[in-house]
């Protein structure tokens, strides 16, 4: 009579993916009722400006490094500015949406991780956009700063009181550096590579042209870095997976089960 082993059970897969259309109306609601939030803001110059000045002042009380020293840097030529002119205007949103679509399709648990977590650090922003209105520096005539994209381009922004389409009054906190240092949080624990720490790299100079610019203060990314490690203290990682792991490292190959001894065998 021969002895028959039972298979291992397997071991869950990667987590499936979230519905498509379901992601995408989430996606779209929460850029809609930002939009529609950063309108609101719209309005309170008076505020903005005063608000402004109290931010500097801070700043200059903390003894935080002084904006120009940056936009120094920039204005060495005009290829460098217009470079991060570019730079603030065309990879803040794309970068992210690529994250998240590369997360949806390949990191399924890790995307709806990231997803909960930008969803709270831009709500938790359009709170603070709507209670503390704040000019950025390139407004502020006590700054000594230039508002590089008006003068060198390309500029995302027309006259504040013509422009219907953004709140030019929500400096603080920076989503711009918020979302960028959640990009490379994100593919820094989503990956194994060697390399994955050169991610850091799009925060860094997501700061240095924020600032630069003139778009926005020292104080505004601190704020932004606050609410994101909120943000991740409540929203909790996924558990890695079985396969997650084998992407990291080899799986020790599972020894077949032993057949057991027949009764009378070797006699």
Do not use: C
């Amino acid at each position: 009579m021969n002895a028959r082993t039972e298979p291992a059970e397997a071991e869950p897969d990667t987590p499936a993916r979230p519905p498509l259309v379901r992601e995408l109306l989430l996606v779209a609601g929460l850029f809609l009722v930002y939009k529609f939030g950063r309108q609101l803001a719209t309005g309170h110059t008076a505020e903005a400006f005063r608000n402004a000045h109290r931010v500097w002042d801070l700043e200059r009380g903390l003894r935080l490094p002084d904006e120009g020293a940056v936009q120094s840097l920039l204005l060495h030529g005009d290829t460098l500015v217009h470079v991060a002119n570019t730079y603030y205007a065309t990879v803040h949103f794309p970068a992210t949406a690529a994250f998240l679509i590369w997360l949806y399709l390949r990191r399924p648990a890790h995307y709806v991780w990231a997803r909960r977590v930008l969803a709270a650090v831009t709500g938790a922003a359009l709170v603070l956009h709507l209670l503390f209105p704040l000019a950025p520096p390139r407004m502020l005539g006590a700054t000594g700063l230039m508002d590089t994209a008006r003068v060198f381009g390309p500029s995302v922004y027309g006259p504040p009181r013509a422009d219907s389409l953004s709140n030019q009054f929500a400096a603080m906190p920076s989503l711009h550096f918020g979302w960028a240092l959640m990009l490379a949080i994100g593919l820094v624990v989503a990956t194994r590579s060697r390399w994955r720490w050169l991610w850091l790299l799009h925060p860094v100079l997501t700061l240095l042209v924020i600032v630069g610019t003139a778009n926005h203060y020292w104080l505004d990314v601190i704020a932004a870095t606050a609410l994101l490690g909120l943000a991740l203290a409540v929203v909790h990682l996924p558990h890695r997976t079985r396969t997650t792991a084998a992407r990291g490292r080899p799986v020790p190959r599972q020894r077949p089960a032993e057949q057991p001894e027949l009764a009378g065998a070797g006699r």
